[in-house]
Structures are given as C-alpha cells and as structure tokens.
C-alpha cells in the first residue's frame, strides 16, 4: 500500500510529534511527547512498517514469505531479517510447547508458514529502537493494539494503556499504569466468528475472549500473548514462571483472571 | 535471544526441516479445488410407508401416496404444513439478512444521541467530527485529517469526535468517542461496523456476566491507547484511537 | 455461506420450535377428543404425526445449518453430547435434551407404534417436558431473544402450548 494514501501527520500543540499510518493491514499510530524529536524520525519509522509489510505479508502473493512458504524461496536464498525472525518463531515455539507455532496454521496465502504472530511486535519494537536511537525517549506506539512505550507522556505522569473489553464497546477491562520502557500486546477475538487455531490441535480455541501479556519487550509479549490466548487459563501459570511478563486474561463468560505481578500496572484497581 | 553457534545450528536444522513441510504441505493442498461445502440436505424421503387398513396411519416424514379412495383433509393439511414450514424458514432467512446489515447501525448509535451531543460539540470542534465520505475507496485513516479549530481553549462541555472509518476484512468500522471536559473518555459509541460485528454483537446480546472483577467504568477514563485489537478485529480500536488522536491533536484532551 | 448458515440456523429453529407447538396442540385436541363433530378423525392423528415428523426434520435442519455455520463454534459433539458447548453450555444442553425428547417420541411412533403402550405413553408426554425444554433453549440461546417480535412470538406459542396442555389435563378423567 502507498503511504501517501493513508498517512496522517496529526497537528499537535504540545510540541511533539503525533502520526498515524496505514500499514500492515491496521492503523499504526506513534505519538511521540519529546519537546523537539527529529523531522527524520516518524518517516524512518514509517519506510521500515512498510518494508516490513512487504517482507512478511501473507496476503501478498509474491512477498518473500510466501514464496518462502511455497517453496520458491529457499531459506539459504532468504535475508537475514526472515531467518532471524523464524529463529525467533522456532525458539519460541519450543518454550512455548507449540502453543505458539508459525508453521503449521494455514496462513491467507495458502501456505502454514505464518509469522505474523510475532512479526507485528517484532517490527514495532525494532520501531521503538529506531526513535530511541534518533533521540527520543518518550514515545507510544500502538499497531493495532500491540505498543512500545517509552518514558511518560508528560513529565511525571505515567502512560495509561486501556485492555479493551471484549463484549462491551463501552468500556475497558482495566487500565495498564506504567512509565516506559513497556511493552502491551493483546491477543483476541472479538467477533465470535474470528478463530485463533491451536497449533497443536488445528482446533480454533475457545477458552478465552482476549489475553494480554505485559513485559520488558514487545517482540516476545506478542508472541507469548498468541502463546497464552492458546494455552487458555493454563498460561497463566506457565506465564508466573517468567518474573519480567504478566499476564491479564479474559475467558469467554467475560471473568478476568492474572498473574500476580500485573497487579504492579494497576495501582487503581487493586483494592 | 540469540544463544551460541552450536545450539543456533541446531536451531537452523530444524527450522529447515519445518520448512520443508510447510513447502510440501503447501504443495499437497495448493490445487484450489471447489470448496466441496454442499452437502446433499437431508432428504426427504419418499418411500411409502406402509398403509395398513388400521387406524393410526403412517407418520411423518414420508409424504403418504396418494390414497384413492378418499380425499381427506390430511392430505392438504400436510401439504399445507410443509409449504407453510419452508416460505416461513425462507422468509425470516431473507429477513434476517435484509435486517443484519442494518443493525450494525442500531447497536448503540441511536441517532438522538449523536444528535443531542453534537451541537454542543460543534462550537468547539466543528471540523474534529470528519466529514465521513461514505465508501472512499482510499484507505481508511484518511479521515482524521482535521482542520485544526481555531482556539484550543478546552471546552467546558463534552466534545464528541468522530473516528476515522477503519475498513477491515469485514468491512468499515467507525466510533464516536464523547470526551468530558476534563478531557476524559467518556463513551464510545459504534458508528458503523460490518455485519459480522453486528452478529457477534446480536450473539451476545443476552446474559452475558460482566467482568466480575473489577469495575470497569471507573477505569474507562484518562486513557493514552489502547490494546486490545486483532488482525481480524483491529477496526474498533484503530478508530477509537484516530479519534483520540484527533481530540489529543486539538488540545481538547489533556489525556495524562 | 456461513452467514446464510446463520440466517437459516435461526429461521429453521423457530420454524421448528413452532412446528412442536402445533404438533404438540395437534395431539392434545386429539386425546382430548376436541376434534369438532367427528371423534378422533384418522386424518387428525396423521396430521399430528406428520407436524411431529416435519418438527425433527426440521430440528435436523436446525442442526445442520447451525454445524454448517463455522461461526457457531459448535460442531458434531456439541450438537449430540449436552454440556460440551463451550459457550452458552445451558441453553445448547436444553436443546439437545429436547431433540432427544423429539426423536424418541417420533420414533417409538414411526414407522411402527411401539407394543409397549404403557412406555410409548410415556415417551409421548415426555414431549411435554422437551418442549419446555425447547422454549428455554429458543430464549436462551436464540439470536433474537431480544427482539421484541420474538418474545412475542414465544408467549403465544406458549400460550397456545399451555392452552392444549390445560385442555387435556380438564379432561383426563374420560380419556382412555
């Protein structure tokens, strides 16, 4: 897709610099609150979504992974950027007991090499480390959900990140309170028709209605909040033993349920 | 996350060899064949049961032959049930579709509202509530592009903003966000969402138990993002989030 | 596809539940011997096998259509096996049991009466019970439930229902 079509510098008055981009199939929004950030900065960020869009979509036809995925492209021919990210996918599945696998669920383009799972918070932490590199230290970016924070939004305030509810519009489930570095990825269905398939079974799972997974990095919260949204409640426990990631889950009769180390992110709820 | 050479090659070996079964995976079920979804209906049956001379005649679904001798009313009563049975099932169907579509609107924007709340708005943030170009083809984030007002003094009344429209795999979906004065969300109402968002919405219209653990409203408030979005179902967050981008762009949220 | 799947696992349902309704007053004016100057008329009783076997055929579309829609999240063991819903268990489980109900009222009938009379009779009151059954799984689990045309629509079946039940009951003494 032509970034010209759908990105948005937003006029800001606090100095700062807010952007909104279409990319990878969502709206992808940094909102940087450093008095003066680098002209350079937002459209690095941008040429490298949709490079990665290009790279890793599996509804384009001719992306190298989908070629990779039928066979056209052989892992030896592929760039470094895909064979790290399927590293990555294959460490995790291993951890993760094939709760998260980007290579068996059948993917858009008819392949089951999909590691979409990963990629988005892969992509958009590597994004936060470009503006970091670039000079800023306070920033939000939310793709879709999955966000990279770093420092407050003004000084001394902490970032405040809303966990949708998963049957009402109205409202959120709770409210994440955190300074960055942080990373919030959330793995869900909200439209009862939409499945995340358990790699081990093939079966869509059906325990839970979202699971968050909190953490130092977005890369692995992304990829485990897959992981927990598979394991259901169990993860829960699977999750404990990790001391830098929580988790928050919603199961499908709308309880929530967390690990002990999210209540940190929530000094307003806990009672 | 990278370990030592040794434990990466191992790594590489198996990531080859799960590759390789993707690809022959890939090439056992590429053949796009016809999706074989039609499965014959359940048939009904024509066989004649057998009809004694006894009183209880022959039941259901057999259509009964057709009796010589006499005409009795059964025979049109029967005919009539199965016609009245199928226009009916037919009939709600094609209502049910013709409806679908329209109730994505009524899930919770009743126009009133929108209409109450707008005036008041409008003298603040007359352009913030984008002119929504019904099916643009551009894409969607298009629409927050705001013409700034002209004072960011924050108002005193609650400001309502529109979302970009959001298209997704199902379709558009758009949000009104309503913002207190203090510039706290305050409600969020669904403008526009495809019809399988109205059927989930339908679905789950009935004895759904709230989230038991926590108040929820309270927290709703002063919120920077949100998480909470999927491939499939990115739509709600992506415009809610347009439209607190635009409300924080025009000062009107002092969000912290 | 899957959406008309929907859109017909709702219309066959309904079609279905009032298909047991008619059924069911069909049977009661029967044994209740109000079937106008002719007493228990054989194209009245055939009329009622053939709204109870047009009622299974129809919960047989009703399931199939809503196992046809990939959207249910219910497959072959949630239609068959009560309490593996994963979603709304109760109300799928009510379902179920009814069809059973159904089935067994149908088929102790049709193609041949059971000999057992005293345990036919006790399958067909049973319906009684399973369509109750199919009105609490209609209001729990129907897509519509919050519509004010289909609740109106359930209290007159019901009444209608309650109305052939009542008819038999005051007349239970002179039954056979």
Not at chain 1, 37 to 62: M, N, Q
Not at chain 1, 240 to 264: K, N, S
Not at chain 3, 62 to 84: M, R
Not at chain 3, 87 to 108: L, P
Request: glycine residues 6%; hydrophobic residues 40%.
């Amino acid at each position: 897709m032509n970034g010209s079509v759908a990105s948005v510098p937003v006029e800001s008055d606090q100095g700062g610099a807010h952007h909104v981009e279409y990319v990878m199939g969502m709206a992808v929004s940094i909102d940087i609150r450093d008095a003066d950030p680098p002209a350079s900065a937002v459209a690095d960020v941008v040429s490298w979504l949709h490079h990665v869009d290009a790279t890793f979509s599996t509804y384009i036809d001719d992306s190298p992974i989908s070629r990779l995925g039928r066979g056209e492209l052989d892992i030896a021919d592929a760039s470094d950027e895909i064979v790290g990210v399927l590293r990555l996918c294959e460490q995790i599945r291993v951890e993760t007991d094939g709760a998260f696998d980007a290579f068996v669920v059948p993917a858009p383009n008819g392949t089951t090499l999909d590691p979409s799972g990963l990629v988005k918070g892969w992509s958009i932490e590597r994004a936060a480390t470009m503006l970091e590199q670039a000079g800023c230290a306070n920033f939000c970016i939310n793709a879709g959900g999955d966000i990279a924070l770093r420092g407050h939004p003004t000084q001394d305030t902490s970032w405040r990140v809303g966990i949708r509810h998963p049957e009402s519009t109205h409202e959120l489930a709770t409210v994440v309170t955190a300074f960055g570095p942080l990373a919030v990825a959330t793995s869900a269905t909200y439209e009862r028709g939409a499945h995340i398939i358990d790699p081990r079974t093939g079966q869509p799972t059906t325990d839970l209605a979202s699971a968050t997974v909190v953490g130092p990095d977005l890369t692995i919260a992304d990829a485990y909040a897959t992981a927990m949204f598979v394991m259901g409640l169990d993860g829960l426990d699977w999750i404990a033993a990790h001391p830098d990631y929580d988790a928050y889950m919603i199961t499908r009769d709308a309880r929530a349920t967390w690990t002990p180390g999210f209540d940190r992110y929530r000094p307003d709820a806990s009672r | 996350m990278d370990s030592d050479p040794l434990i990466r090659k191992q790594l590489d070996a198996e990531l080859a060899a799960r590759l390789q079964r993707v690809t022959a995976r890939t090439s056992r079920t590429t053949p796009p064949t016809a999706p074989p979804t039609n499965r014959p209906a359940p048939s009904a049956r024509t066989t004649s049961p057998r009809i004694a001379s006894s009183p209880p005649p022959p039941p259901p679904p057999g259509a009964g032959p057709a009796r010589k001798k006499r005409r009795h009313p059964a025979r049109h009563s029967r005919s009539a049930a199965l016609a009245l049975s199928f226009v009916t099932t037919t009939g709600l169907a094609y209502a049910f579709a013709a409806t679908n579509n329209s109730a994505s609107a009524t899930i919770t924007a009743p126009a009133g509202l929108v209409g109450s709340s707008q005036p008041v708005a409008a003298a603040a943030t007359t352009a913030a509530p984008n002119t929504t170009a019904p099916a643009a083809t551009t894409a969607p984030t298009t629409a927050p592009a705001t013409t700034a007002p002209a004072t960011t003094a924050p108002p005193a009344t609650p400001t309502v903003v529109n979302g970009a429209s959001v298209r997704n795999r199902y379709g558009n979906v758009q949000v009104q966000a309503t913002f207190a004065a203090d510039g706290t969300l305050t409600n969020v109402d669904v403008l526009e969402a495809p019809s399988r968002d109205g059927q989930s919405v339908q679905i789950n219209n009935y004895a759904v138990p709230r989230l038991n653990s926590e108040a929820l409203t309270a927290q709703s408030a002063n919120v920077n993002t949100i998480s909470g979005a999927t491939y499939t179902s990115i739509g709600y967050a992506q415009s809610l989030q347009s439209a607190i981008d635009v409300a924080r762009a025009n000062g009107l949220t002092a969000i912290s | 596809m899957t959406q008309w799947m929907y859109y017909l696992s709702r219309s066959t349902g309904i079609v279905a539940l009032l298909l047991i309704v008619a059924s069911l007053l069909w049977g009661f004016l029967f044994s209740s011997r109000a079937t106008g100057k002719r007493l228990r008329p054989n194209w009245w009783l055939d009329l009622h096998n053939w709204l109870g076997g047009l009622a299974l055929v129809f919960t047989g579309l009703h399931l199939a259509t809503v196992w046809l829609n990939s959207d249910s999240g219910i497959g072959l063991v949630q239609i068959f096996v009560p309490q593996t819903a994963t979603f709304n268990a109760w109300a799928i489980t009510w379902g179920v049991i009814a069809t059973y109900v159904m089935a067994a009222a149908v088929f102790t009938t049709w193609p041949r009466r059971w000999k057992n009379r005293r345990w036919w009779r006790v399958v067909h009151v049973s319906t009684v019970a399973g369509t109750a059954l199919a009105f609490l799984h209609s209001y729990q689990s129907g897509s519509d439930a919050s519509q004010t045309w289909f609740q109106a629509l359930l209290v007159v079946a019901a009444g209608i229902a309650t109305y052939g039940l009542g008819l038999r009951l005051s007349t239970l003494r002179r039954a056979d």
